[in-house]
C-alpha cells in the first residue's frame, strides 16, 4: 500500500498540520491501493509563504539558470519512466501500455517543448522610447486532474520554471501517486527550496485555500466547468489571473465525400482511448443523414475491438473509469441515452464481460440516429460513449458542431483539403483537426466558451504566466 503522508513544503517533506487521511482506490479492483493526507488551509499558508518567499530571487533568475533548471528536471524525469507509468495504471485506471506510451511521454514533451521554447522567446521589446518588458507574474496555485495527471501537471509546472514563476500543486486526490513521483523528481533535480511546492488535498479546502489566497498571483486549473467557475468565483475576490482549461463536447464533421470506413473506424477507437477519459475527445461525430446506417454499422464493427479490462494486462486496451462517482456518472448518461431514444449500436448498460468484479468498468458504447437537443449529444460524459449525429448539408454540419456550451477541439474529415479548412474556420472551437492530424505539443492547448480561457503547451503558454510592464522613456537619449 502506498502512503502519502507529508506534504512537500519549501524544498523538504514536512509533516500536515492535522493528521486526516484519505483512502486513494484502484479503480481496477474498486480496492483501496493506498492513502492521502489531506492538507488544511495551514498548510495551504505555509506553501504559499514558501513560494512567496522563493520568488524574491527566482523573479530574477537568468534565462540560462531557467534552462539549466529545466534540463535537470528532465533528466531526472527519464530515470523515473517505469515508476510514472506503474503509477498511472494503479491511480486512474489507464492499461500500461497507453501510460508507458502516451501518459508519461506527455510529460518529456512538454518539459522538451519548454526548453526549446525559452531558448529564444522574446522577454523584451523596445519601440522608441519605451521599454516593454515580460516579467513573470508571481506565486501560482496549480490544480490538476485525475484524467491526464503527469500530463496536466508537467505542462503547467514547465512554462511556470521557464517564466520565473513559483508554484503551489494540488493534485487530484483521485490520482496522487504520479505527483508524488514528479515531486520526488523535482527534489533530485535540485530545484532550490520554495520554488515548487505540494499540498495533498481535496478541492473544497485545498483548492479554495489556494484559490482565495491574497499571495497567490494565478490559478492555473484543469477541471469540470463547475470547478472552474468555483475558483473563478473565489479568485475574484483578490482579482488574481485564472486560467481554466475545462470540459469539452467536440464535433467530429465527416463530410460526404469522405473515406467513411477509414474515418469511422478510426475516431471511434480514439474515443475510448483513456477510457473516454478525454476532454478533447471527439464524441459528436457528425455524418450526413443518408449515411447514418452505414456509419453506425462501422462504428459498431469498430468498437467490438476495444478490450475492456484489468489495466495491467497486454491484451487491455480500455481500462476502467478512474473512480467511483464518475463510474456512476457514466452509467446513468448510458441509461439517459437509451431513455432518449437514441439507437445503441455497441455496448450500452451493463458490465463489460471478462472484467475483474469491483472494478469500475464499463462497455465502450455506440448510439446512433442521435438528436442534436439529447442530453448524450450536449453534456460531457467523460466516459467512452459516441454519439453518432445526422446533418442535412455542410451548413447544418457546423450549426450542430457549433451548438454547445464547449469549444474545446473539433474535427473535420474530406478528401478535399481545401473544403476542410473551409469547415475548420467556422467552427467556434480553439482546435480542429483536419483528416485525423497528429498532436502537436508546440501547438496552443484551450478553449472557446466554457471550455475556459487561455492556453497551454509550448511558448504560448508563457503568455499566461507573464505580467506586461512599460517602461516609458527608459530608451530616450539612447543611440
Known sequence: MRTLHKHYIGGEWVEASAFKLHDVTNPATGQKSGEMVLGTEADVDRAVAAAAKAFETFQFSSREDRLEMLENILTEYKKRLDDLAEAVTLEMGA???????????????????????????????????????????????????????????????????????????????????????????????????????????????????????????????????????????????????????????????????ANLEEVVSRDTVAVMRNTGQTCTALTRMLVPHSRM??????????????????????????????????????GEMIQTGIGEGARVVAGGAGFPDGCPEGGYYVKPTVFADVKPEMAIAREEIFGPVLSIIGYEDEDDAVRIANDSVFGLSGAVQSKDHARAQRIAARMRTGMVYINGAAGDLSAPFGGYKQSGNGREWGDHAFADFLEVKSILGHNQGIG
Open 293 to 330: 446506417d452505414e456509419a453506425a454499422a462501422i462504428a459498431a464493427q469498430a468498437a467490438s475491438t476495444v478490450v475492456p479490462g484489468d489495466p495491467t494486462k497486454d491484451e487491455t486496451t480500455m481500462g476502467p473509469i478512474a473512480h467511483g462517482e464518475q463510474f456512476k456518472k457514466v
Open 95 to 257: 492499461p500500461k501500455s497507453l501510460a508507458q506510451k502516451a501518459h508519461v511521454p506527455a510529460g518529456i514533451g512538454h518539459l522538451s517543448e519548454a526548453i526549446k521554447a525559452l531558448k529564444s522567446y522574446e522577454f523584451f521589446e523596445d519601440r522608441g522610447p519605451t521599454h516593454i518588458v515580460k516579467e513573470p507574474i508571481g506565486v501560482v496555485g496549480m490544480i490538476t486532474p485525475w484524467n491526464w495527471p503527469i500530463n496536466q501537471i508537467s505542462c503547467k509546472v514547465a512554462p511556470a520554471i521557464a517564466t520565473g514563476c513559483t508554484m503551489v500543486l494540488k493534485p487530484s486526490e483521485v490520482a496522487p501517486y504520479s505527483a508524488q513521483i514528479f515531486t520526488e523528481i523535482m527534489h533530485a533535480a535540485g530545484v532550490p527550496a520554495g520554488i515548487y511546492n505540494l499540498v495533498y488535498g481535496e478541492g473544497q479546502v485545498v483548492g479554495e485555500a489556494l484559490s482565495g489566497h491574497e499571495n497567490i498571483d494565478m490559478m492555473s486549473v484543469t477541471g469540470s466547468v463547475r470547478m472552474g467557475a468555483a475558483v473563478q468565483a473565489n479568485g475574484a475576490k483578490t482579482i488574481k489571473r485564472v486560467v481554466q482549461e475545462l470540459g469539452g463536447k467536440s464535433a467530429n464533421i465527416v463530410l460526404d465525400d
